[in-house]
């Protein structure tokens, strides 16, 4: 909304990529070889006012080499199994340049370098022909080093993972399943001013699931429910504090217990029927205070953790209707219930519950398809303490369709969304983050998907989109800087007014096991 200097942000990446399989008759040889250089950054004014108080420099570059080789038996057997190694080394710098009222601050650099080394394996065993036994591992050993600061630290771990399965009748399913999960620890690019501590420890996690997957005779109704309990020990949390610095701490102890049901029933050969329910509870055990995380461990403990919602909720409905002997039409419907969910430790800052309901219908045959839908008919809405709730109705329409044997394909879409409300997250000259509403604000704007096959050989793939916004009404707010006047009438920010993309994918086998694959991609992103 207000800013003295146009801010400016880059990406450029470079990506090559090779799999290899080999058939060795008993089974199957694959070798997967990646290589990634990111040269990424932005310059932007901090405060989002007219004054020069917190501008940022961030440059993020990396080079990542990563190289698996896996060996897999032949699946009709009764003893199956799979064995690999795996590699992946990456060297990243990052720097974070700030200047405070004209003044530069030295930069918080870092110059990373990460390497893994990875042994897996699995073994599955039929005992009987209702029962079988799996039973897997991953040894890791992961070492970040900071070449910026001479901290290097190693972190190994096995995971051993047990799954056990039984079939108690031809439609129903039983399973067990315990496993061990690890993330290697690291380090923190701790900035001048910052009490965050320099760096964090492993997390690591021992899951427990048991469930059952099953059917009525002929599959009009089958039906999956799942129980799981996760203990975590040192679980890690990505927070910020006032002097900007991004950081990963650990909380020492807490668990996530929840469910999932789903059940899908067919009455009648046209009418299909799904219901998902599930849910989570969550607690944080243990925590002692944190240098840099300024609520006390007396508010954290006992929370949940943050991140899931309580509880989530869908229903779908599907009706085919035949239109003659080669079309017919298809009509669904969606709703969806998303839960309270909590972001911060101390549980404070919320996301209210909310809905979201989405209609379509359509028209296919063997060769083509068109569809006509629209999306969140319910509105949503979302609340945090100290501004008021935003809303919105959003609705949307569009058509998808193929052709020529599916070597055509194209979709369309146009949407309005009204906002009521919106949410705007703003600093001012004392570098206090705060969020403002704007009274009421509209975004329209579509999107063009062109797919074509030109030949077995060669795919064509040309994307549009395009957005028009206005700020319809506002009111001086404290705290802002520009007046109401320039300001009403202007663009929403955040979104590109026009962007296009072309990419082109062509495929050469040089041999019955061997393929080329060569790819371009352009990009054009709008003011």
């Given amino acids: 909304i207000q800013s003295n200097k146009l801010g400016e942000s880059f990406v450029k990446s470079k990506e090559v990529s090779a799999k290899i399989d080999y058939d060795l008759g008993w089974g199957t040889l694959t070798s997967i070889t990646s290589f990634t250089d990111v040269d990424a950054g932005n310059?932007?004014?901090?405060?989002?006012?007219?004054?020069?108080?917190?501008?940022?420099?961030?440059?993020?570059?990396?080079?990542?080499?990563?190289?698996?080789?896996?060996?897999?038996?032949?699946?009709?057997?009764?003893?199956r199994w799979v064995a690999g190694l795996s590699y992946f080394s990456q060297d990243r710098f990052r720097s974070l340049g700030t200047t405070f009222l004209g003044t530069p601050v030295p930069p918080a650099a870092q110059d990373l370098k990460l390497e893994d080394f990875a042994v897996f394996g699995n073994l599955s065993y039929d005992v009987t022909d209702d029962l079988e036994l799996t039973v897997a591992f991953r040894w890791d050993e992961e070492t970040p080093e900071d070449l910026t600061l001479g901290r290097r630290s190693?972190?190994?771990?096995?995971?051993?993972?047990?799954?056990?399965?039984?079939?108690?009748?031809?439609?129903?399913?039983?399973?067990?399943?315990?496993?061990?999960?690890?993330?290697?620890?690291?380090?923190?690019?701790?900035?001048?001013?910052?009490?965050?501590?320099?760096?964090?420890?492993?997390?690591?996690?021992?899951?427990?699931?048991?469930?059952?997957?099953?059917s009525t005779p002929g599959g009009r109704v089958r039906g999956a429910l799942s129980l799981f309990f996760i203990d975590y020990t040192d679980q890690q949390f990505f927070l910020f504090d006032q002097t900007g610095t991004q950081a990963n701490i650990n909380i020492e102890k807490s668990e996530i217990a929840g469910g999932e049901l789903e059940l899908t029933a067919q009455p009648t050969e046209s009418l299909l029927l799904n219901l998902g329910v599930g849910f989570t509870d969550s607690e944080i055990v243990k925590y002692e205070d944190i240098p840099g995380v300024l609520v006390p461990a007396s508010e954290i403990v006992g929370r949940n953790v943050p991140g899931a919602p309580v509880l989530s909720a869908n229903l779908a409905l599907q009706h085919t209707a035949a239109i003659g002997d080669t079309r017919q039409l298809v009509t669904r419907f969606d709703l969806e219930h998303r839960g309270k969910t909590y972001w911060t430790l101390d549980n404070l800052d919320t996301q209210s519950s909310y809905e979201l309901a989405?209609?379509?219908?359509?028209?296919?045959?063997?060769?083509?398809?068109?569809?006509?839908?629209?999306?969140?008919?319910?509105?949503?809405?979302?609340?945090?303490?100290?501004?008021?709730?935003?809303?919105?109705?959003?609705?949307?329409?569009?058509?998808?369709?193929?052709?020529?044997?599916?070597?055509?394909?194209?979709?369309?879409?146009?949407?309005?969304?009204?906002?009521?409300?919106?949410?705007?997250?703003?600093?001012?000259?004392?570098?206090?983050?705060?969020?403002?509403?704007?009274?009421?604000?509209?975004?329209?704007?579509?999107?063009?998907?062109?797919?074509?096959?030109?030949?077995?050989?060669?795919?064509?793939?040309?994307?549009?989109?395009?957005?028009?916004?206005?700020?319809?009404?506002?009111?001086?707010?404290?705290?802002?800087?520009?007046?109401?006047?320039?300001?009403?009438?202007r663009k929403v920010p955040g979104a590109p007014v026009l962007s296009v993309s072309l990419a082109g994918q062509h495929t050469a086998s040089l041999s019955n096991e061997m393929d080329l694959v060569t790819r371009f991609d352009f990009e054009h992103r709008g003011k």
């Fill in 43 to 79: 310059d932007q004014d901090l405060d989002q006012t007219f004054v020069e108080a917190i501008d940022i420099l961030v440059i993020d570059q990396s080079e990542t080499i990563a190289q698996e080789l896996r060996l897999v038996s032949d699946s009709d057997r009764a003893l």
């Fill in 154 to 214: 190693t972190f190994s771990e096995l995971q051993p993972t047990v799954p056990l399965a039984s079939r108690f009748q031809e439609d129903l399913l039983g399973y067990v399943t315990v496993g061990k999960g690890f993330r290697a620890g690291g380090f923190n690019n701790v900035a001048p001013g910052s009490n965050f501590q320099p760096g964090f420890d492993r997390e690591s996690l021992v899951s427990y699931e048991a469930g059952l997957k099953g």
């Fill in 358 to 489: 989405n209609l379509s219908v359509a028209l296919e045959n063997d060769r083509w398809a068109a569809r006509a839908y629209v999306n969140n008919l319910a509105p949503g809405s979302t609340f945090q303490p100290g501004f008021d709730a935003e809303t919105l109705i959003s609705y949307e329409t569009g058509l998808k369709g193929s052709g020529f044997g599916g070597k055509l394909r194209a979709g369309m879409s146009l949407f309005f969304i009204d906002y009521t409300d919106q949410q705007f997250f703003l600093f001012d000259q004392t570098g206090t983050q705060a969020n403002i509403n704007i009274e009421k604000s509209e975004i329209m704007g579509g999107e063009l998907e062109l797919t074509a096959q030109a030949t077995e050989s060669l795919l064509l793939n040309v994307g549009i989109g395009f957005t028009d916004s206005e700020i319809v009404e506002y009111e001086d707010i404290p705290g802002v800087l520009v007046p109401a006047s320039e300001i009403v009438g």
